[in-house]
Structure formats: structure tokens, C-alpha cells
């Protein structure tokens, strides 16, 4: 039978000999770091400091709450428990398969077994959990009835939720472990609807790598306040593991002697790169350009460049390889060719027979918003940015370029190549 937490929070606990000892005024569980925690105790309240009772003295939870023995022990705790009326309920958690913050309506207990302990086995989001809480869902019964609805019921399992509040915000290593394998959009959809306070001690917890994922998928003013509440050396690790053009972004919106620190602080090719980008106008070709791209030389036959691209230091950073552009020994662009044609290209051609040697192409201080024209009007996932002599500076992507155009919440329902 299930039992939800609602249902038995004031109500007696009564003896094997039908005494009433008191009331429940919370339930400990502990293993939340398995897909159904135990119940360790409940805590009976008579008036006095309330008193721990074991699990192993519970009989029944419902419909009353009786225990096995007539003066049963008490429970010490241990410090890997979780309070669940104080902990878990009202407060905010991620339900890590649909992805989404929701909050803990109730809280619904089940036995293992006929006979056996309780266990924590799901967490109600739904109206119908608040109408139980409430003491509402009974009375109510008839107006559904005659709508033909029943309260909409949501119940997660605990397998699937990552609690996010405990005595101390985060204390949880397993809500880390959960969250930190979603995608980093959905991170930063969650970390955005948290209290600020919550959403960066959320994002702390995580390591470098998929700080700087979530950093890029954040609200633009809400990634320098978030930087700045890293130690400045830590905030120098993300910045290195961002993108060139994002990293330059969020420095952009920082004082400047801030700044100067955190570039002081980054790895010297890694702060060259980014002062580039600094270096132009924030609205321009040159500002949204990041310069992780590929490129081979000339004069390579189809097979020859997929080996070149297999030992390319360039190839193994770009996470999102599409283009490959292929330079001279100056660097000057002189045609480009997606990954696509040159994978299906019988390896004894010559990449030049195969390659689009019209490149559209801006300058760095191209506008932003004729760089978005371009990639709209030749259907284009980047656009190169080259100098007065042809020599490539980087690429412009085009969720980058559209950036100026298209709402953030628009763009996040975009395909993304880069």
C-alpha cells in the first residue's frame, strides 16, 4: 500500500499495547545516493525534544502509525540521513529525466517487500499532491467527478530526481553526479529558474569543463556575476576551457582591472588568443569570431588530408568539425570544403579539384549584422573572417552571428553545429 508522507506527518504513533506515545513529526531515510533510500527512524514528538524511533520498531505507517514494541529503542543518528519534511519537501529539485526543476509536492513511501522495511520511492509534483497536502483532495473528489478530471498526478521516481537543498545548500554528491551528466543547455535552464545564491552554489560543485559548457548556454548577464563568485584562479581554469569567443564575451562585461587579472592568470597562449578577440569591436566580425577552426595546407589529395586532419592539434580541439579551409604556406585562405564532401571523395583525388575556391568571407570589422545577412542568405553554419591579405583570423558561427537577431530563447531551440 502507499503511503505518502503527507498522510502520516501529526499523526499518533501507538505501542504494541495501543498506547499513544505521541506524534510523527519527520521521517529519516538514508542511501539517497541509491535509487530508493531506507527508512532509518521517525521522529515521535510528545510534547518534548522529539525522539528518534528505528525503523526496525515500525510495524505499519498507515493507515496508522504502529510500532512492534512497547518502549521501543532510540535511534542514533549517524550524519548520512535525510530529513525528509525538513530537507525535501517544498523545496526545489531536478528531475533529471524530464530534465527540468519541479517542486516536491509530496512525498510517497512504499515497504521493499510484504512485511519488509519502508523505502523513499517517489516524489509527487503534481496537483494531486498538493490537494492532499492541503487536505483538499477528498472534499474535492465530487467537483472532479463531475468535470470528468481527476488532479493531475506526477509522481517522479527518487531514482530520477536530484535533491538540491539540504542543511547546507548542495550537500548532496549524488544531485552533482545526476546533474552533471545532463546536457549543458538543460543546466543552464535549471541553474537560470534557481535563486541566484542557489544556482551558483549549484554550478560550483561542478568541475572546470562542464562550468565552461554551461557558462556558454547562461543568460549573457549572468555569466560575469557568476565568474565572479569563482576564486579568481579557478575562474582563470573555466575561462581556458571556454571558447576563445565566448571566454572574450564574458571578459567583455568585467571591470578592467578584473580583467587584466584574469587574463595575468590564464595560460599565455590561451589569454593571447582571447586579448585578439578584445581587441575589436564587440559588435563586429572580429569581436564574435572564435579562432578554434581547421585548416590544411595545399597541394594534399583527399586521403592525404583525412590523415593530416587525424594528427591535426586543430582537428582534435574543434568539437564540432564542419568546415575545413585550406591555406597556403601564408596562412592566406584560398578555398574551403565541408567535412561531409571530403569524407565521401575518392581519397586519390585533389582536395583543390574538390574544394570551393569563391569563399564568402568578411573582414574583422565587418558588422554583425552583415555577417548574420551573409549566413542567412548563403545558407552558411560559419563564415571565415580573413585580413587585408587574405590571411584567416577565424571563423564567425551562425548561432554567433544571429546572436544580435534572434531571441535567446529562440536561439536555444535551434539546431546546434558549434
Known sequence: MTTYLSQILGKPV????????????????????????????????????????????????????????????????RGDELWLARQILDRQIVDTEGRRLVRVNDLQLERTCPGGPYCLAGVDVGTGGLLRRLGLRAPLS??????????????????????????????????REKISEMHPADIADII???????GQALLQTFDNETIADTMEEIEPELQASILGTL?????????EEMGPDEAADVLADLAPTERAKLLDLMEDEDATEVEKLLAYPEDSAGGIMTTEYVTIPMGLTVGQALDYLRHSPEAQEDEALYYVYVVDEEQKLQGVIG???LVLAPPEVPVADIMEKDVIKVGPLETQDEVARLVAKYNLLAIPVVDENNVMLGIVTADDALDHILPTAWKKRLPRFF
Open 231 to 239: 576564486p579568481p584562479e579557478r575562474a582563470a581554469d573555466v575561462l
Open 339 to 341: 567535412l561531409r564532401e
Open 142 to 175: 465530487l467537483l472532479f467527478k463531475f468535470l470528468h478530471r481527476e488532479p493531475a498526478e506526477a509522481v517522479i521516481p527518487w531514482s530520477e530526481v536530484a535533491p538540491l537543498q539540504a542543511d547546507a545548500p548542495i550537500r548532496l554528491r549524488i544531485s
Open 192 to 198: 537560470e529558474e534557481l535563486d541566484r545564491p542557489m
Open 14 to 77: 501507538w505501542n504494541a499495547k495501543g498506547q499513544r506515545l505521541g506524534r510523527c513529526a519527520d521521517v529519516l531515510v538514508a542511501g539517497v545516493e541509491t535509487g530508493f533510500p531506507l527508512v532509518r527512524a521517525i521522529a515521535l514528538r510528545n510534547g518534548q525534544e522529539p525522539r528518534l524511533i528505528p525503523a526496525e520498531s515500525i510495524a505499519w505507517l498507515s493507515p496508522s502509525i504502529i510500532l512492534n514494541a512497547v518502549d521501543p529503542p532510540v535511534y542514533e543518528q
